[in-house]
């Protein structure tokens, strides 16, 4: 199998060198992919000197509409096309344990369609959370899980490792989301898809160095958008029902 790693970046520097350098060690077969959004603080010219000392890095300087879903489709339409095997997603602030890579591609090799490094099955967790994010967390997954009739645990992940072919048929160029809204997108469509999905356990840990995009308003977009897409599912099935009666 030939697995690219494609990460999105936006204000990384404190972070970018560091994850490569463990990523080349962690996973040597594999082709690195960062698409920077045109960090203003020079993550993408630091990810350029560390392609050049490193090899097997492709650094993107991506152009036009700013996000993580953006960003994320760009990123894998590149991977699509130069004949990638698997495409792995992970976060450029260490808070997704590189060393949770082999066992992906493992279990891509086993069978599964997707992997996803889960907080919420036996042996995942999270780190230095307080109970009200733990509470919010857990409930919106087990919501959006629930409302879209996906039978996986960790619904918001954007920890995985995909079979590349299982993605691309499920077209990431034409959703529309943004932010972590996206990966739940992605979810809805690989369930309804018939994907067999994995999940794997993995400590989350909140970053230590450089700022969160995670706010307030990307938590209500995605509960928005997982209700909306969650009423139209549900009355489509009831049509279909209501068809064949």
Wanted: glycine letters at 10%.
């Amino acid at each position: 199998m030939r697995p690219v790693v494609v990460i999105p970046t936006f204000n990384e520097r404190e972070n970018i060198v560091d994850l490569l350098r463990v990523l080349r060690v962690t996973v040597p077969t594999a082709q690195l992919m960062v698409v920077d959004d045109l960090s203003p603080d020079g993550t993408g010219m630091l990810a350029d000197t560390a392609a050049a000392e490193l090899g097997s890095i492709t650094v993107v300087h991506r152009h036009g509409r700013p996000g993580l879903g953006a960003a994320y489709r760009h990123g894998f339409s590149l991977a699509f096309e130069e004949g990638f095997d698997v495409v792995v997603s992970m976060d450029s602030d260490f808070s997704h344990d590189p060393s949770v890579i082999p066992t992906m591609l493992r279990l891509i090799g086993e069978g599964a369609d997707v992997v996803i490094g889960s907080r919420y099955v036996p042996g995942g967790g999270t780190q230095d959370w307080p109970l009200r994010r733990r509470l919010l967390s857990r409930w919106g997954n087990r919501y959006t899980g629930w409302l879209l009739g996906a039978k996986v645990r960790d619904c918001t992940a954007g920890f995985r490792a995909y079979r590349a072919d299982v993605l691309q048929r499920i077209d990431p160029s034409s959703t529309s989301a943004e932010g972590y809204a996206f990966l739940t997108e992605l979810t809805r469509r690989l369930a309804r898809s018939g994907a067999k999905i994995v999940e794997t356990p993995i400590l989350f840990k909140d970053r230590e160095k450089g700022t969160s995009k995670m706010s307030a308003r990307i938590i209500a977009e995605s509960m928005l958008l997982v209700t909306g897409w969650g009423v139209v599912d549900r009355w489509r099935a009831l049509r279909q029902r209501f068809t064949k009666g």
